[in-house]
């Protein structure tokens, strides 16, 4: 349920904003609730590997956000915004 | 019990709803922080201490700290004075001061729960069960993540040099800056990989 409305939140938020920035805690927000779904079902059956599940994604998490933010760093670079659709000169 | 975990439920909840909606980045990143310490709390409600550890200390540690490096290298130097006015203005830290201060009496409440023995239902797995189980039917992913934490460091690293060999000294502050988000990439996968020592 929470994990549902967590999700629901960061996939709105990822829909809506156009700033890198919240695209990012936006997805670190879904990847969070996913998490969470993993660790309420071990508990709810009394396993580890809803457990082991979010430490994966935990794993994860950790290394998509730092090429994430290194992608963002670059492309703060070269335009001097951080929307998203000014990275628009790539369509054919 | 189960009022404690509804209470910072909501709190999770109401913490990502304002992180969705903040214009200012740092804003944003407070309520993201008060809302993973509230899904802590409820990781160990739920019976894994061990996840709300990490939870703690790679999530809201690790992970927030690039952000906010990350968001602090883009506007520097734009209007810095006024930002520092306007941080130290009661309006942009009472919001996520009070959720916190929710989740603190929380945490007192369980504290001195604890010696009464009430749980909340579920059955705690304690990180030995999660070690055992991680290192026996599951070592062929602990191989996988520490190949994508490899990965993920050496592509941050890449991309924060690329700069540096074409742009030349200008954008000398900005490379020192990446390389920093290169360094501190290996300091949130350190905590993974002690974690699965663990």
């Known amino acids: ?92 | 019990m189960l009022a404690i975990f509804y209470i910072s439920s909501a709190v999770a909840v109401l913490a990502t709803l304002m992180t969705i909606t903040r214009r200012n980045a740092i804003h944003a990143l407070l309520y993201l922080i008060v809302s993973l310490l509230a899904i802590a709390i409820d990781f160990y409600l739920m019976g894994a201490p061990f996840v709300a550890a990490l939870e703690l200390i790679i999530y809201a540690g690790a992970i927030m700290v690039l952000f906010v490096f990350v968001v602090m290298m883009l506007n520097i130097g734009e209007q810095a004075s006024e930002t520092e006015r306007e941080w130290l203005r009661p309006r942009s830290w009472v919001g996520p001061g009070l959720l916190a201060v929710v989740l603190l009496v929380e945490v007192a409440s369980l504290l001195s729960l604890r010696g009464t023995g009430e749980r909340t239902g579920a059955d705690v797995i304690a990180s030995k069960q999660v070690g055992i189980a991680l290192f026996g039917p599951y070592v062929i992913g602990v191989e996988l993540s520490s190949l994508l934490l490899t990965a993920g460091l050496v592509g941050a690293y890449h991309l924060g040099r690329k700069v540096a060999s074409k742009e030349g000294e200008i954008r000398d502050i900005d490379t020192a800056g990446s390389r920093a988000v290169a360094r501190d990439s290996t300091v949130s996968a350190g905590p993974g990989r002690t974690s699965h020592a663990a």
Not at chain 1, 41 to 57: C, E, P
Request: hydrophobic share 60%; aromatic share 8%; charged share 10%.
């Open chain 1, 1 to 92: 349920m929470l994990a549902t409305v967590l999700f629901l939140l960061g996939l709105a938020g990822l829909l809506t904003r156009r700033n890198l920035i919240f695209t990012l805690m936006c997805v670190e927000i879904m990847l969070n609730a996913s998490g969470l779904a993993f660790v309420a079902a071990g508990a709810r059956w009394g396993q580890v590997d809803g457990q082991i599940m979010f430490l994966f994604i935990l794993t994860m998490a950790a290394a998509e956000v730092s090429v994430g933010l290194a992608l963002v760093l670059q492309f703060h670079l070269k335009h001097p915004t951080l929307d998203a659709d000014a990275a628009s000169e790539m369509k054919g």
